[in-house]
């Protein structure tokens, strides 16, 4: 990722922020975090990541053409008024991604992004605690003009499902704008933002199959609580609160 592009397209819009663009690191949430526990707000960007990870201790493949992004954030209000901040991630790259590339993406609750049901986007949130305060790092991982392994189903990238590279300045700053402006935003307006993730969710309302810890079960998803939590009813009738922090989920209508 070319800095000095990616600053013009940040337009003075991130003032506080520390910005840099690596060839390769193991994991920008990783680097973000050293960087951070130091002070200051950082964005990390690399070309390749030679340990992406994913959610659950997953790996996320991070070879270079795929954008692969961190920052920082340090709220002024306690952890549990924190909205699950996956859930604004999402919405800044499905935003950033229609008025870039020209594509509606879909969210599949918690944190993927998909084009014609395959992911092109995956986004993990950590919070580090340093007492008194903490900080989050998002980080997202996207398949923009990145091959993708043979192996891997069930996954695209923007080149692959437009036809064209995107220009991954322009989209990675348009996806760090939208994001932290979300998250300042997040208390004030934080029912219509989750109404809005809601809408675009294609969770909601279909039959998922849950896996949390040894438990598996199978129920119709039926909203998001006020935590973005997803709430599932089972055959028995009974609502489950299912959390993205331990649960995965598989669509399975
Ligand atoms: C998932 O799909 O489970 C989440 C994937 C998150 C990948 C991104 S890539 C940038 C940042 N650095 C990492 O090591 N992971 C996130």
Known sequence: MN?????????DELPDYNLLCLERVDSTNSEARRRAAQGGNWIITSDAQSDGRGRLGRAFDSTPGGIYLSFTYRPDFPPENSLHLTTLA???????????CGVRPEIKWPNDL????QKFCGILTEAI?????????TGIGINASNE???????????????????????????????AIDLYSRSQTEKSA?????????????????????????????????????????????????????????????
């Not at 800095?3 to 337009?11: D, F, P, V």
């Not at 605690?129 to 790092?137: E, K, Q, R, S």
């Open 148 to 178: 993708l392994p043979e192996e891997l189903d069930g996954v695209t990238s923007l080149r692959r499902f437009t036809g064209s590279a995107p220009d991954s300045e322009r989209l990675a700053a348009g996806v760090l704008r939208r």
């Open 114 to 117: 998909l084009l014609g049901g």
């Open 129 to 137: 605690h340093t007492a008194p305060d903490y900080f989050l790092i």
């Open 3 to 11: 800095r000095s592009a990616l600053l013009t397209h940040i337009e």
């Open 193 to 253: 933002l989750l109404e809005r993730y809601a809408a675009l969710c294609v969770t909601i309302g279909k039959t998922v199959s849950v896996s949390s810890g040894t438990s598996v079960f199978t129920g119709t998803s039926i909203g998001i609580d006020e935590n973005a939590a997803l709430l599932v009813r089972r055959e028995s009738g009974d609502v489950a609160t299912v959390f993205s922090g331990e649960a995965t989920l598989s669509l399975l209508t």
């Open 90 to 100: 999402a919405l800044a790259v499905h935003d950033a991604v229609y008025e870039i």
